[in-house]
């Protein structure tokens, strides 16, 4: 009898150069879907499995590892955050997991700087005045924003994406850096960073970036009382996860005023439904997570992610192990 092929389910479309290579070695099922499968399909299809290409929104968690069964041997999630798999499960039961670091890095921290620029100068709202044809003409004191040279940036989580941001606007702007984390960090070209606690951050930033993992201790970090503790005239990003922030709290505080804007690429849920009061507010830009999305990064996150489920399958170290 030849030795079956092992069997992975995919449980959307990705870039397809590097799942070609995937299919060449395992039998994949790729779940057809614009959409993510749902629970009762991601629990059907991964049954029987040896890995699972996941997304991050496909919760891969204990009833998950339950319905593959014992074989599983790897899941390969396409995203640098792994917010939604149960590390702790996948440990007990001997699953690898495997994430794509590094290549997102820039893309991401692109899009942190220009949420953080459209907050500042309003550019989604002043452009929709364009397009519906509100504007009349060069106005004074029309659309003012304010300035990013020399100002104080805060990050909240100085890793790799945090790091990047600050070297972009430290460099290109020259803003004073403040940063809050767990430990001390010496970032080459950020030896001038100074590290302060959460509170004094908000307190002291005139833009705040927020790069921090989701997990139970994150979950709702930037409440009400954080909130009031930001300027007023201070701008809000988020490029990590919609949960870090309690999101009451934002719409109440941009309706005060305080923080002057926000620019999220993130929410929880996502997307947000259409007449939620943060994706009305004017003084709030919302994109639909697309922190990675250019094709070179789409693409080299596809390649890791099949380099480590290959790996998990002939039951050597992941190329990016999560744990
Ligand atoms: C996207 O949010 C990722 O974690 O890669």
Redesign the pocket.
């Known amino acids: 009898m030849p030795e079956r092929l092992p069997r992975i389910f995919v449980t959307r479309q990705i870039p397809p150069t590097h799942l070609q290579r995937l299919q060449r070695e395992a039998d994949c099922v790729i779940w057809p879907g614009q959409l993510p499968p749902s629970r009762a399909d991601l629990l059907a299809g991964v049954a029987g499995c040896d890995g699972i290409l996941s997304l ?1 929104s496909d919760r891969i968690d204990a009833a998950v590892f339950e319905a593959a069964g014992p074989q599983l041997k790897v899941v390969s ?6 917010n939604n798999i149960d590390l702790a499960e996948a440990a007990r039961r001997g699953v690898a997991v495997g ?2 670091p590094d290549v ?1 890095t820039d893309a ?1 921290a692109d899009i942190a700087v220009a949420l953080l620029l459209a907050a500042a100068r309003r550019l989604q709202a002043s452009g929709d005045s364009v397009r519906q044809g509100e504007w009349k003409t060069w106005e004074p004191t029309g659309w003012l924003g304010c300035d990013l040279v020399g100002r104080t940036l805060g990050i909240v989580g100085l890793g790799r994406i945090g790091a990047a941001v600050a070297r972009r606007l430290v460099g290109g702007w020259g803003m004073r850096l403040l940063y809050s984390s767990r430990s001390d960090k010496r970032i080459e070209g950020l030896e001038t960073a100074r590290r302060v606690t959460l509170d004094e951050l908000l307190a002291e930033s005139d833009f705040v970036s927020l790069h921090t993992d989701l997990t139970e201790e994150t979950r709702g970090l930037i409440d009400a009382r954080r909130l009031a503790l930001m300027k007023p005239t201070a701008v809000l990003v988020n ?3 919609g949960g870090v922030i309690d999101q009451s709290a934002l719409v109440e505080a941009l309706r005060g005023g305080r923080p002057l804007a926000a620019g999220l690429d ?1 929410t929880d849920p996502e997307p947000l439904p259409p007449d939620h009061p943060l994706v009305t507010l004017p003084n709030c830009i919302i994109l639909p ?1 697309i ?2 999305a250019t094709v070179a990064t789409r693409d080299a ?1 596809a390649e890791i992610c099949v380099d480590n489920l290959l790996a998990g399958l002939a039951g050597q170290p992941l190329r990016c192990p999560c744990s």
């Open positions: 991050i999630n396409y995203a640098v955050g792994v994430n794509t997102l991401t490029t990590s996860r993130v997570h922190g990675s996150m």
